[in-house]
């Protein structure tokens, strides 16, 4: 173990775990660690410090360990500025780039420490050194000549700490089971949506078709006519689907009151969607009087904005429907920014291309009725994703109650 | 095709689909057929009537069709009398033994129609000649002696026509899709419930633990309470749970109200079991006001009677769980006697064990979580089952409502 | 039922089932029939006739039952040419047109049957009279002016028979156990590949990145380079990890040969993307020897074309990716026109989408984890897909194994 | 926060963890604690020790803390003897009984440590203090007057360290993804079962009788045959199953080599049974060549022991079945007490049932076709199962070549 560096960690970093996460690294990376100083806070609100030497038995190797201990939060005790590099062209990273985590970030750019902006998971570090900016940056969008942060010298990661009393939702991280009291949850959903209004942020609701065919249309409808939702990202299926049973009493062919295939049903979406091309958009649909209720309509009524993504398995589609994914992504994208809770509902493909876009911070909900769709968003970096496995025809229904029966008891 | 015999079809075979499924089946086990005589019924109500000729290569093959073609209620122009052999020992069958379905059925005795009793699929047909009986026997209670039908002679299954009009469930058999409308499938359940009871018949709960888990006990409770469930076939855990969320709040330690562990509350389901061996059973710590509510409080108060069969899995058990499963598994099937529903519930394991045990002519519906458990059921034979992909915790909170909505709507 | 018309129908109209089938349609659709004429096929080879009055209360009510047991391939006596209709707008159908199913379809036109080109369902028929040629148009693609047909006179659908010997997988039709032999299904898969090939008809694979994280890609690649796959249609994911998988024995950063996650692991997908980049074309990367193996060296090796059609939830993408989603579907489209088998493994996305785009006689097989996807893709209309629960992990090499068995014995 | 009383915890308590854990614990039930010592491990070897005090606001919460954190491997600096009360009657518990976690555990009776014996979770701590013997007892064997356990005093857990270099799962741990490379997991399952081997302890394999409707029948029986399973614990199905594939080529009536249903199948496994019956015994039926191949063949042929537990949806069941559960749950527990790994397969009842029977430093591994299996198991409590994502039909033919790979590789 020739070679050695020392790090340093601070803040909550017992009961956090990132002590733990830092040691556990280094070892099952085949490093070792000799704690220099450690500090612990005496009290539960003390912070604690502690200085490490990580070894190890190669320079490659030892980068290697000391790379994902700085993900963790830990850091060099006098930082040097970022490196960095310019792109060599469009979409090309140069060797060694760091790639972001989902979590807070800074970047020492000229001395200074730069907060990240627009942070979500595996992009790149492209900064701006006049305006002393940094932003993250997916692959599709770097330009050639880009200065990209490389090495992880002059990047401090505020890894979460586990939050304590209070926490609504933090018993249930990384377990996803149906054996949960349903009730119980939906009730704790509706008391977070209100929180986070209250607190400011908005609320973002991520959801598939499926909510319109197990008959949970008219609920979404009344959360959202009732203010609580701020922004809908969905797909064309969600918004064909939901305009037909405005239009028809159908969700792809089946009437919604008797669960029963209706004649001619199978033609009812294609008209849906030729009756919105007729009048040019969903807005302009709802404007002539042809929609007249529904998740769309109400969407349009309360200046609720809504992106419509295409997928490869779009009939039609609509004309509100964005076909190129990248801009589709990227309109997404803009509509996260204030974001403050995510509420995922009944569709797997939109919610981890959310997640991806979504910093760890914000208050991430997915309900499917099959867990594998929670451990799936997960496995993919979504780490913050706390599953609820539920129906979407029962959930709404009960959720639009919960909300009314919070809302009332805060105003009294 | 040297070989061939004649049968004939009755009814309305045609739009029941029988005339396919019999011309189908001979062809796909390598028969052959000519339509001697086909009445064909004009008018919607008029029964059909075929007389066919059925070939085959071999007098082997030709009975081998002819057993499947007889149990879709196809038989000889001239009937015989059943050939009747004994047992050569307890639970030993004859050889060519006639294997019950569960649909309603007929042995020849006598020159005589007897109609099979306590019918139920794959069971032997034990024929008491003195007392003109047929029994539907599982190979378990065979006793050495009893004369059992052989061979396909003298026995008449009456097929179950596709029913028409106002078949409330009909357009789901076979489709175990999630993509349904909840709230529109919750309705008819609770419509079926009433017009069942109403119809002098019964209604049976069939339910596993995660009804307690997700919070739907209360609402079962509340259901049972207003007389709407007539039997309640369980195991330990669902009874252990729902005691242990009357006497903690909790259910395997998690509290139900805030979907939290309880410190401790590992220990809640073996107390619980505790004090109810204290007291000697369910009914006895009802009585002594150690259980003052729930799910087996309710069935006590109103005299619904409950069947807990043991399981290898069983902590306990509590002393009103019949670990013998042969034994509850008999107590189970003299509860099914009335049946006209049985509604099941998160539990696979039960819902397979009791659908062995009914005729096809029961309702059957199965609610979970899972849609591979309705497929299973269906797959070991209960194909009149109907499912619902659904969250016992969202579920029984809006059925308990339908129920009161369309009893309400009745009485006036 | 004062309103009536007399219908034909031809053909093995019983033992397909297709005459239950119309008299249950038009029953259930509170309508009434007389049967006419019933002449019946005596053997097994001969053709059935029936002629049948349709009765209804109503006008519309009988035009709505007619539409439907036309879906069946039932027909007037004497046929009319297809009504036309000039589209009014740019993907605005003209009311009443007709729907198209996946069935092989004729259109009247002139006194001339034609048959319909580019079968897929729910589409609009477009006529061009002066070179006398149908398509099934999707809704996208409808054009200002192109002659629709409406209502249902003067089309005629070829409802499919029943198979009868010999069908491979007809068994297996509308139901998706987890409990089938696996290795059984598997060499029934291989044998159809090779059977298919022979007559002269491609094999398409539809395939999701778990095929690469389950460790199939090797034996997948493999398969590709012994020519039993004719075309991929696969997203960004495949091929990324595909290529991240060569480039650096991972996929999403897990080592593939340990199951470990690898350090840095996390930037891997995005320096394999960065990668192909800077080459140019994933083609391009093949041939300056960046990619040297995997499924999508192999495509390039072999001449297989490949379609990666873009999602919201892309990383990157690589170049060769569509992003506009309905350029995507079109180009997928051209090369689904010789297909006589497709092959959809782990993606329900792409499958529902190619499911969409392909006439009913085209093989199409399933295989999933997870049983919800194939129910999923046949409740959205692609009823003849087989489905198989198997882990694409151990499913391929399996197949490859099966697939030089079968090639083998059959060379010999 | 009055209430205060001094604990010690010794051991890699940082890096396994189990610092953090005692911390979260502490202040997630409303506690507070001061570290007094903390002697930190300077080298990854080095053991650590902290000396806390913990804090409560009632005596009541800091016994509810303490119960706890003593659950986690803590104790008081001066040990007490645990206290004991007697049972007041049969499986009747006393007030604050101590109830086992399913880690290594000592009890310290007249000032000595007594390793407790049959460990398993949620059971009562019975002491015999004359044969200075401490054992895990089940309620359903607790008798009236045994030396039950109280508090917490006097016992002490070896909470499981984290298991570093090497730990050939470790990496899967509370996962449950079907994304993970099936071949590679296999491979290592086999390295596992030879290691375990060969280290001395046993294998014990679990399983369902989809094992045999999925075909992987066959390969099962040739790694019991070549020595690998030293027990076999599963239900009637699985044998049933497993005799009627011997007996007729069917798994419930369907061909294996086929995957078609076959004529008259649905007897099968009645006359399956009814032969075993005839014989007397699964083992007399063999010796009597009524069996000749298969799992319970090969079971009988090299005295591998195996336990029939009965179920409520038993069909028969076979004369070997345990048709008492209780008694079942004892046999099963006897043939578990040297057990190195337990590998279920495709039964989510049996493997609940062992998993509670098991303590946690046995090696557990589930493998299913269904994510959410495993995660019921881990919520039961049996956290150190690892969960394999895969189908019993294909995993089966898999393991055995692996087993014979690195059993070759090994003997070289």
Same mark, same amino acid.
């Given at each position: 173990?020739?070679?050695?560096? /020392? ?18 690294? =280094? ?31 190669? /320079? ?26 310019? $792109? ?26 730069? &907060? ?12 701006? +050194?006049?305006? +002393? ?9 770097? +330009? +050639? #000549? ?5 090495? /992880? ?12 009393? #209070? ?41 598939? &078709? ?8 008219? $609920? ?14 969905? #797909? ?38 030729? /009756? ?5 958009? *969903? ?11 529904? =998740? ?15 997928? *490869? ?48 911070? =914000?208050?991430? *909900? ?47």
């Amino acid at each position: 173990m020739q070679m050695s560096r /020392e790090i340093e960690l601070e803040g909550h970093i017992i009961d956090s775990g990132i002590m733990t996460k830092v040691m556990d690294q =280094v070892m099952d990376m085949g490093g070792n660690f000799e704690i220099l100083v450690f500090d612990v806070g005496k009290q539960k609100t003390d912070p604690s410090y502690a200085r490490l030497r990580i070894a190890a038995p190669t /320079e490659e190797q030892l980068d290697l360990i000391l790379s994902e201990v700085f993900r963790l939060g830990a850091h060099y005790p006098i930082v040097a500025d970022a490196a960095l590099v310019p $792109a060599e062209g469009d979409r090309i990273v140069p060797k060694g780039f760091y790639s972001t985590t989902n979590h807070p970030t800074q970047v020492k750019v000229g001395g200074e420490w730069i &907060p990240v902006e627009f942070l979500e998971m595996d992009c790149i570090l492209v900064v701006d +050194k006049e305006q +002393k900016r940094a932003c993250c940056t997916p692959l599709s969008k770097l +330009k +050639k #000549g880009d200065l990209v942060v490389v090495g /992880e010298d002059g990047v401090k990661v505020d890894y979460p700490e586990r939050p304590r009393e #209070g926490g609504r939702f933090e018993f249930m991280h990384g377990t996803v089971s149906p054996e949960r009291p349903s009730e119980t949850l939906i009730e704790q959903i509706a008391r977070e949506i209100i929180d986070i209004k209250r607190g400011g942020k908005e609320v973002v609701l991520v959801g598939g &078709p499926a909510i319109i065919h197990t008959g949970g249309g008219p $609920a979404l409808a009344e959360i959202i006519r009732k203010g609580y939702i701020d922004v809908v990202l969905a #797909g064309n299926a969600l918004a064909t689907h939901d305009i037909e049973s405005n239009l028809f009493g159908t969700s792809l062919g089946m009437d919604i009151r008797t669960a029963k295939n209706v004649t001619g049903g199978h033609k009812h979406h294609i008209y849906a969607i030729s /009756e919105v091309m007729r009048a040019g958009s *969903i807005r302009s649909a709802v404007e002539k009087g042809v929609i007249t209720g529904g =998740v769309m309509y109400e969407c349009v009524c309360n200046k609720v904005p809504y992106v419509l993504a295409g997928s *490869i398995r779009d009939d039609g589609p609509l004309p509100d429907v964005i076909t190129d994914v990248m801009v589709a992504q990227d309109t997404m994208r803009r509509h996260l920014r204030d974001a403050g809770m995510v509420l995922m509902v009944a569709t797997l493909l939109h919610s981890v291309a959310v997640g991806n876009c979504l910093p760890s911070q =914000v208050r991430t *909900i997915c309900v499917d009725i099959n867990p594998a769709s929670v451990t799936k968003l997960m496995d993919r970096g979504t780490t913050q994703a706390i599953g609820v496995v539920s129906d979407a025809g029962t959930f709404f229904p009960m959720l639009a109650k919960k909300l009314d029966e919070y809302a009332k008891t805060f105003s009294v």
